[in-house]
C-alpha cells in the first residue's frame, strides 16, 4: 500500500520561508518522479515544481528562484524550499508520487501554506 505524507507548512509574512518535506512509502521504485502541487480557494490545482527520477527539477515560472525541490538521499523523500513567499503563494500544497511502473499518481492530504499582509 502506498502512503504519501507531507509535513511543514503553516503562516508566514511576506518574504518569509517556509519548508514542506514529502514521504513517499511502497512505491515499486525508490527514485520515482515526484512533485508539488498547489490549490488556492476558486482554483484548480496546479503544479509548483517537480523532481525527475535522474533528479532534473521543473518549476513554474512564478516560483523560479524562489521555491527550490530537492530529494533527500537515494529514496522516495523530498523537500521544498520556499523563500521570498508572496500572498498568492497562499495555497493547500499536495505531494504527488508517481509510480512508472503502474502507470498512476499517488497524491498526500496537503498542507496549508499561508502567507499575510
Known amino acids: 500500500q502506498v502512503h504519501v505524507v507531507e509535513s511543514g507548512g503553516g503562516s508566514v509574512q511576506p518574504g518569509g520561508s517556509l519548508t514542506l518535506s514529502c514521504a513517499a512509502s511502497?512505491?515499486?521504485?525508490?527514485?520515482?518522479?515526484m512533485g508539488w502541487h498547489r490549490q488556492a480557494p476558486g482554483e484548480e490545482r496546479e503544479l509548483v515544481a517537480s523532481?525527475?527520477?535522474?533528479?532534473?527539477?521543473f518549476y513554474i515560472d512564478r516560483v523560479k528562484g524562489r521555491f527550490t525541490i530537492s530529494r533527500q538521499e537515494d529514496k522516495n523523500t523530498i523537500r521544498l524550499q520556499m523563500n521570498n513567499l508572496k500572498p498568492n503563494d497562499t495555497a493547500v500544497y499536495y505531494c504527488?508520487?508517481?509510480?512508472?511502473?503502474?502507470?498512476?499518481?499517488?497524491w498526500g492530504q496537503g498542507t496549508q501554506v499561508t502567507v499575510y499582509s
Open positions: 504527488r508520487a508517481t509510480d512508472l511502473n503502474v502507470r498512476r499518481n499517488y
Open positions: 511502497g512505491l515499486t521504485d525508490n527514485r520515482s518522479p
Open positions: 523532481i525527475t527520477s535522474s533528479d532534473s527539477t
